[in-house]
């Protein structure tokens, strides 16, 4: 392999590794915040117990975000350093301001909020918590910022070969970014929702802290429930925004080689995706229009007639991703995205109907159905940035122009095996962890604690429990 | 004073506060078995950093995203030249940041003892290599006219760099002790006392000999001509105040020298790079500096707003965490979260 595939499955490993744990701080973060809320509110001690159960394995997940992310902060100079000549003027700032305003944040008070429980007063615990997850996604948005630069380039002029910046606030306003920084603010809730689920499925089958399970569960469904549903509906606007902005990106995921009018939805392919030997091709006539424009006739253009196009716009070279990863991607994380709002629209009904922890077999479902978030959050990212080829950023430099002319791919290849085995054995150590403590289940009541609080019987207290 | 000056003042300041901050908390990790001679003093050691240590690294993170958004020409060439130390560095702070935060959450004694030998480890060549990258840095590394460098990984391992690197190293486990003398109680105050009180000599031994290698091994006395400069001096002098103050058992008087000490050692070393950031040793006219690697006026201005609202904000709450803090530890199980 070149140093450009080597620098692109770095990329991509890295990037898929330090997603599997951002996704979940971004989302439990804020239901931790609430869980603590609801303690500071009402002063009982099932949710301080909650808190702390949740907020253990809370830690663990984000020590695995913060010390992946540092690679990705470094890999763009080390493997992408023509990229990072051409684009710092703008990518720079706000990956500098992304750690000025949100590291800071959430590092100082992740650290106040881990070692401060006996230091702090309840109110002043619990906003550290809060300032947590919001520096969290702040970050998130940062993040997301200078990657919608990538996907859409706006506010920069091309100046003695590189890319300047002409305007800063078109710049953090990009158009993409307000699809883009919604579905993964939700895709975080929904995957914190079934991770949350799934751990008092565990419990609530084995009859263990049903009190404080039943209301974790029940506040996980709701946020589960909305945040599903949240992603999807947005999602589609952000497909509707795609053919626009990347309409070939579309074409690849459609595996549509031809323009098509009106454009049919593949829901299925059986035989390859290279468009001459299609075996069998499940399609529902007519539905990429309504996907894509919201109506019943539309074009969209074709893998083939976009080459052309783009050959005549941007001079000879291949410009067609192989749909293969945008293909499959795609339906895995749509696939994966109905099933959760399935499941947690189940899990809103169980809990309307206060019969969630009787039904075993649900119970049992739903602990399986927390790989369903990690799946579509992989595959939504393997759409985003494989679509994108051969870009770097779209229409402007390409990963083959991007990459480090200087760095051999015998450095690159022993750097990526040496990611390969440390994230591998970390892997290990931090689902042991995860395993461990959330089979543990939550530290015992102490008894003078446990004097204060009163049993209660209430149906739904963790919804309604702001309000005691 | 243009914004590109600024924003080298800026860099500085942001390696200054990761090496004087994140300098102790490597020093206590390298320390971290010696000093605690059984589990739970061990754990004592690990909890005087546990709420800093993740703060403390940001700041390097900060460097390096300043560094790209204000001199991207700076962070492609360096992130890409020194390719194969930083991998090292990452994985390094990879395995003691999680080694940190893992450590004591399995009652394992394998399992712990695993996670000290990757706390020591990781901290020792993370603090290594950040002082090898940073003498290459004021010695010049060979950069062609095309801004990229041209010299391999062997090429970063003169003696003058391992020097280097040795200084921060001794210099970080002195800091480290002195911040453990000032944050514990009983047996680990005592042993950090005399880490302390034996480092001192062999620092000011090392650094002293950093020093006088950086006369002559950069071109410092060209700026300079005889004199030999009032900041290396002055980081000189706080080093060897630091003698008085441990026999008068004034530890944080003491911390505060060692962190001057760091914070001068940088601040020379800054000096000697102004204007350029990149020093070529192949030709002069090759080097990469403020100007021709920084990114437009423009960027560098809407940078200077965000920097100028934002630093002062970290600045409260990061010394807010460490008032919060300021009690030492005790050596009860008990009352240890880590």
Known sequence: MDALMLARLQFAITTVYHFFFVPLTLGLSILVALMETFYVRTGREVYKRMTKFWGKLFVINFAMGVVTGIVQEFQFGMNWSEYSRFVGDIFGAPLAIEALMAFFLESTFLGIWIFGWDKLSKGLHAAAIWIVAIGSNVSALWILIANSFMQEPVGYAIENGRAVMTNFFEVILNPNIFYMFPHVLMSGLATAGFFVLAISAYHLLRKNETDLFRRSFQLAAVVAAIASFVVALNGHDQAQHMVESQPMKMAAAEALWETESPASFSIITIGNLSGSSEVFSLRLPRMLCLLSYNQLDCEIKGMNQLQSEYEAMYGPGDYTPPPFIPYWSFRIMVGAGFLMIGLSVYALFLVMAEMFDRRTLALKIFQWALLLPYIANTAGWLLTEVGRFPWAVYGLVTLEEGVSNMVSPGLVWFSLIGYILIYGALIFATVYLLVKYSKAGPAPASQAEADQSEPDSDAMPSLVGAQD | ?338
């Open chain 2, 1 to 338: 004073m243009d914004l590109n000056t600024l924003w080298f003042i800026l860099i500085a300041v942001l390696y200054i506060g990761f090496f004087v901050l994140e300098g102790f908390d490597f020093g206590v990790g390298m320390l971290q078995p010696f000093i605690g001679k059984n589990d739970v003093e061990r754990r004592v050691v690990i909890n005087t950093i546990g709420p800093h240590w993740d703060a403390n690294e940001v700041w390097l993170l900060t460097a390096g995203g300043a560094t790209f958004a204000a001199f991207p020409m700076w962070y492609a060439t360096m992130f890409s030249g020194f390719y194969l130390p930083l991998f090292l560095l990452l994985a390094a702070l990879i395995m003691r940041g999680l080694a940190l935060e893992f450590r004591s959450k399995d009652e394992n004694p394998k399992w712990r003892s695993f996670w000290d030998y990757a706390i020591c480890v990781g901290s020792l060549v993370a603090a290594l290599l950040l002082g090898v990258a940073f003498a290459n840095l004021v010695r010049g590394v060979p950069i062609d006219a095309e801004m990229n460098y041209v010299g391999g990984f062997f090429n970063l391992l003169n003696p003058y760099a391992l020097l280097g690197g040795v200084s921060a190293v001794v210099l970080f486990i002195l800091h480290g002790a002195i911040f453990l003398s000032m944050k514990t109680t009983g047996n680990v105050e005592e042993r950090a006392k005399k880490v302390a009180r034996r480092m001192w000599l062999p620092v000011v031994i090392i650094m002293l000999l950093f020093l006088i290698a950086t006369y002559f091994q950069t071109d410092l006395l060209l700026q300079l001509g005889i004199n030999p400069g009032l900041i290396p001096l002055a980081g000189m002098a706080a080093l060897l105040s630091v003698w008085f103050l441990l026999r008068k058992e004034r530890f944080g008087w003491a911390f505060g020298m060692t962190s001057v000490g760091i914070a001068f050692a940088l601040v020379t070393m800054f000096q000697i790079m102004y204007p350029r950031v990149m020093i070529s040793s192949l030709n002069p006219d090759w080097s990469l500096t403020i100007y021709n690697a920084s990114s437009s006026p423009y960027t560098l201005t809407v940078m200077t707003i965000v920097a100028l609202i934002f630093v002062p904000i970290v600045l409260i709450y990061q010394g807010w965490s460490y008032w919060i803090f300021r009690k030492r530890i005790v050596a009860k199980p008990e009352t240890l979260t880590y």
